[in-house]
């Protein structure tokens, strides 16, 4: 099974400034023969159900803000929150969908400083 | 509308039985790969199994598997999940989730279904 390990697990960030959540996959989930990474973020607001953010490391949901990006490829990945607005407090994911079982990261909560 | 709406979940015995349903509107059901993925109280996010679009290939995590079957039925647009020998630690917000093809990320989310296992 691919081992999906974030970091920080909780971060506090003043209101505009930039968030970094980080996540690392215990193997590569570049696919060679498309040159796709197999890697999703998503957002999980309290009471809430996961909402999709980014597919494939990097590219943007249809209507997520821009202020939302991905990066990274292989086995490391980044998420970025470029400007920090008070509705982005939640619990960020990443997850795997290279190989079954299709795990997700722990999580990182993200709160305003 | 686009959505996912699950039912079935409640309060069983250690070692009973319990079917979850995830009713899809507003999109082609039958295209898309279709995912339960689970919260314990306070935790993080579990994925259980998958079912590809036509039922023919599906996958389980180890924690479930030979207790839980995942099935689908495309004429009523309706996803299942049979859970069997319920233990305590299944305990948790079942969702189903839908990605646009077997592997890909989950572009859809239902509200989720509390399953609660105690004597």
């Known amino acids: 099974d691919i081992v999906m390990t974030q970091s920080p697990d909780s971060l506090a960030v003043s209101l505009g400034e930039r968030a970094t959540i980080n996540c690392k996959s215990s193997q590569s989930v570049l696919y060679s023969t498309n040159y796709k990474n197999y890697l999703a973020w998503y957002q999980q607001k309290p009471g809430q159900p996961p909402k999709l953010l980014i597919y494939?490391?990097?590219s943007r949901e249809s209507g997520v803000p821009d202020r939302f990006s991905g990066s990274g490829s292989g086995t490391d990945f980044t998420l970025t929150i470029s400007s920090l607005q008070a509705g982005d407090v939640a619990v960020y994911y990443c997850?795997?969908?290279?190989?079954?079982?299709?795990?997700f990261g722990q999580g990182t909560k993200l709160e305003i400083k | 509308q686009v959505q996912l709406v699950e039912s079935g979940g409640g309060v069983v015995q250690p070692g009973r039985s319990l079917r979850l349903s995830c009713a899809a509107s507003?999109?082609?059901?039958?295209?898309?790969?279709m995912h339960w993925v689970r919260q314990a109280p306070g935790k993080g996010l579990e994925w259980v199994a998958v079912?590809?679009?036509?039922?023919?290939?599906?996958y389980y995590a180890d924690s479930v598997k030979g207790r839980f079957t995942i099935s689908r039925d495309n004429s009523k647009n309706t996803l299942y999940l049979q859970m069997n020998s319920l233990r305590a630690e299944d305990t948790a917000v079942y969702y189903c989730?839908?990605?646009?093809?077997?592997?890909?990320?989950?572009?859809?989310w239902g509200q989720g279904t509390l399953v609660t296992v105690s004597s």
């Open positions: 997850q795997q969908y290279y190989s079954t079982p299709f795990t």
């Open positions: 989730a839908k990605s646009p093809s077997y592997y890909s990320g989950f572009d859809l």
């Open positions: 507003g999109f082609t059901f039958s295209s898309c790969g």
């Open positions: 079912v590809s679009y036509d039922g023919s290939n599906i």
């Open positions: 494939w490391a990097s």
